[in-house]
Structures are given as C-alpha cells and as structure tokens.
C-alpha cells in the first residue's frame, strides 16, 4: 500500500498540513522541521500524488507538446530546447506526434492528451485557423511556426525574411558568391 502524508507527518510527529507545507516549499517552516519531515518522506518512501494534486490545484505543471513527427531533426531539436525551457519552470513537457494527419491534431487539441495538460504548444500542419479555434477550447494554447496565422489565435513565429537576410549578409562577407537555399 501506497505511503500517505498521514504516514508521514506521524512518522515526523507534525501536522498534516505541515507535511504539506514542506512538500510545498512553504518558507516559514522551521529548519529542524522541516528536516524531520524530509527525512520521514526518505525513510518511508513516500511519493506525491500527482493525480490527487492536480484535483485539488486544476493544474497539471504539464504542457503539451503536438509536432509532425520527432525523427525530423528540427522537430527534435525544438523539444528538446522546449522541455529544457519547462523544466527550469517547473514543468514537463508531454510530446504527442500528429504525423501531419488531421485527425491526431485535432484529437490533441480536444481528447485525452490535452486533459492531462495546464498549454498546449502546437504546430499545426493538417488543420486551419477555423478548425483550430473551433476545437481549440479554453486552455491555452500557442501556435509555433507559420503555417496558421490567425489574430485570434497566441502564436510564436520568426521573422524568415530578417533571419535569411543575416544570414546571407553572413555568407557574403565571409566571401561566399554561390548561395543556394
């Protein structure tokens, strides 16, 4: 069975909430206290209930991660950049891969995959801005890349024409004439 906060707040001779306020990382505990119930939580083995949390807070500190497929080494290297991101925040990162079929897009935005998480940052290739907005619902969501382009809709995207313009000035003045792209 299952090691519970009541296990372990006996275990360190506090309250439950005091468990809870180290686990939470609240400030004004103690540092003998706060050591007691740490070393209860070691000893037992306890493990927080990350369903049980995510009830009582409505937040998962998931985010959705939906590409094309993660074979394709600018896709790998984008979630990667993003799950270090998250992590520094306190968040990970759930990768789903829509294959470019419309289908698995829209059921990220809508089924399972998107209960699980607090955002979703998506990069829509099957589906449009009409499709995206209706399946969209209320958690947050933000479009990566270019290929929807919406003013209703949260999107990151890079400026193609500045970045292809440095880097050809780059090319050129290290004396490079034949450019292709």
Do not use: C
Request: no cysteine.
């Amino acid at each position: 069975m299952a090691v519970t906060m009541n296990d372990v707040a006996r275990a360190a001779g506090v309250s439950l909430k005091t468990v809870s306020n180290v686990i939470n990382n609240y400030e004004f505990i103690r540092p003998a206290t706060k050591q007691r119930v740490l070393d209860a939580i070691e000893e037992l083995g306890y493990e927080t209930n990350l369903t049980a949390r995510s009830l009582r807070s409505g937040k998962t500190s998931m985010l959705g991660l939906v590409l094309a497929d993660l074979s394709i080494p600018y896709y790998a290297e984008l979630a990667s950049d993003i799950m270090k991101a998250a992590w520094a925040r306190g968040y990970r990162v759930l990768v789903e891969q829509s294959g470019n079929e419309a289908e698995h897009e829209k059921a990220a935005l809508q089924g399972q995959f998107r209960s699980l998480t607090d955002g979703l940052l998506f990069i829509p290739l099957a589906l449009d801005a009409e499709q995206i907005i209706a399946a969209a619902g209320k958690k947050p969501l933000v479009l990566l890349g270019e290929f929807v382009q919406d003013p209703r809709l949260d999107m990151v995207l890079i400026r193609n024409y500045e970045a292809a313009t440095a880097v050809t000035t780059h090319l050129l003045a290290g004396g490079r004439r034949r450019i292709a792209v």
